[in-house]
């Protein structure tokens, strides 16, 4: 029998297809990423770049956990461009009833290990006093961090190289599967294992998989130095996210280096054209202005809009495909993937090689979606 030309073949070079070539690489396989665009071009090229630890689910805390120490750790490595600041989140509690949830959340984390700290009314305006007076406070999550999610991918991807990782850009797979991918020039490429890292267009090439895009809308203002210091989210972007059917929009600022403000954020599904939708842009500015009347004021540079995969459990896909033994998933990160990218990618390396992974990977697993049929985990 020939042996394939690579141990793996990742079909996408967003964040999550790049962390995955570069922890490959990193344990001595020897991989190809393939994109038909280029390098964080899809959801990476659009998202928001909080790096941030959520608890709506164990599965997803203890995957953003993960990743987010993951990140911290490789922060001295990153370079300036990539624009890695640990400014912390706020999750501001715009009333008693959420500072209800604050302290819920604190006792949460506190239980995990993750520092916090409760903000009353006049700590929270001390910190970020261009909220509104008449906020009840909010919870300080320290260790939360934002960077700039296509250079964060570039990264990775050139590590990747580094450590004798291919990259082919401007090749679109069009079928995966028995350990090759074919190209849409009608040649093919071999492997032990393909990684279908594809974002929201993974069912396109792996049928089946039940992943829906859910519009999200940004905008960034001009530079106004200083008007911000942590990623401000409110508490009832929990409501809006969970939502698995309604669009909705929340109060979520993020302060970049630049001294430009980021504005979210928005979600829709069953909206699948680009086009910014001025009604819904209108409804989160005016969210944002809620809580920093001064947002209303500024001058934007850009608006855009971008998908989110989303899965109906809201857990991404990561380990092997039940319906093909060589290939493996890597998607359905939703609004997570910049987080998660890092924590994906290990923990499906350890999948790959048969190691134990430091969280566990059970509820990830896409044959959780195939009630009834095992994976078969490619040794
Ligand atoms: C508005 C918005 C805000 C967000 N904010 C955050 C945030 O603050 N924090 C966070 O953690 N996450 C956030 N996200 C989510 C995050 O952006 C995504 O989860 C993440 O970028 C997904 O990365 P990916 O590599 O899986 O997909 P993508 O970045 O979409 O990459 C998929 C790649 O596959 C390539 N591809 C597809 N099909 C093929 C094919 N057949 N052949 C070859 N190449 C192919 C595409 O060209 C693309 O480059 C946000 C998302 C949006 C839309």
Redesign the pocket.
């Known amino acids: 029998m020939s042996r394939a030309a690579y141990d793996a073949i990742i079909?996408?070079?967003?964040?999550?297809?790049?962390a995955c070539a570069d922890e490959f690489a990193r344990r001595g396989m020897r991989v190809v990423v393939?994109?038909?665009?280029i390098v964080?071009?899809?959801?990476?090229?659009?998202?928001?770049?909080?790096?941030?630890v959520m608890d709506d689910s164990e599965a997803q805390f203890a995957l953003t956990r993960y990743s987010q120490q993951l990140w911290q750790a490789l922060k001295r490595e990153l370079p300036d461009d990539v624009e890695y600041e640990q400014c912390g989140t706020i999750w501001v509690a715009a009333d008693e009833e959420e500072m209800v949830e604050v302290r819920r959340k604190r006792e949460y984390y506190a239980a995990r290990g993750v520092p916090t700290e409760v903000l009353d009314s006049q700590g929270l305006k001390q910190l970020e006093p261009n909220l509104r007076s008449g906020v009840a406070g909010g919870l300080r999550v320290p260790e939360d961090a934002v960077l700039y999610?296509p250079c964060a991918a570039r990264f990775l991807i050139e590590r990747a190289e580094k450590r004798g990782a291919e990259l082919r850009l401007g090749?679109?797979?069009?079928e995966i599967g028995e350990g090759r991918a074919r190209l849409s020039d009608g040649s093919e490429i071999t492997a032990g294992i393909i990684v279908n890292?594809?974002?929201?267009?993974a069912p396109?090439?792996t049928s089946g998989l039940e992943i829906k895009k859910r519009k999200?809308?940004?905008l960034i203002t001009d530079r106004y130095p200083g008007f911000l210091r942590h990623q401000l989210v409110e508490l009832g972007y929990l409501k809006s996210a969970h939502s698995v059917s309604s669009d909705s929009v929340a109060f979520n600022v993020q302060p970049r280096r630049t001294g430009q403000i980021l504005i979210?954020?928005s979600r829709q599904y069953g909206a699948e054209h680009k086009d910014v939708d001025h009604n819904m842009l209108a409804r989160m500015l005016q969210r944002a202005a809620e809580y920093m009347p001064a947002l209303g004021r500024m001058s934007a540079v850009r608006v855009w809009?971008?998908?989110?995969?989303a899965t109906p459990d809201k857990l991404p896909l990561i380990g092997p495909w039940p319906g093909d033994r060589s290939v493996f998933l890597?998607?359905g990160?939703?609004?997570?993937?910049?987080?998660?990218?890092l924590g994906t990618a290990r923990i499906l390396a350890d999948q790959i090689s048969g190691s134990k992974s430091e969280i566990p990977i059970e509820p990830y697993l896409p044959s959780r979606t195939m009630k009834g049929i095992r994976p078969c985990l490619a040794r």
């Open positions: 079909v996408g070079a967003g964040i999550v297809g790049a393939v994109d038909r665009e964080g071009s899809g959801a990476t090229a659009a998202g928001m770049g909080h790096i941030v999610p090749a679109s797979i069009v890292a594809a974002g929201t267009w396109e090439i999200g809308h940004l979210g954020s809009t971008g998908f989110r995969a890597a998607t990160h939703e609004g997570l993937g910049i987080t998660t990218s």
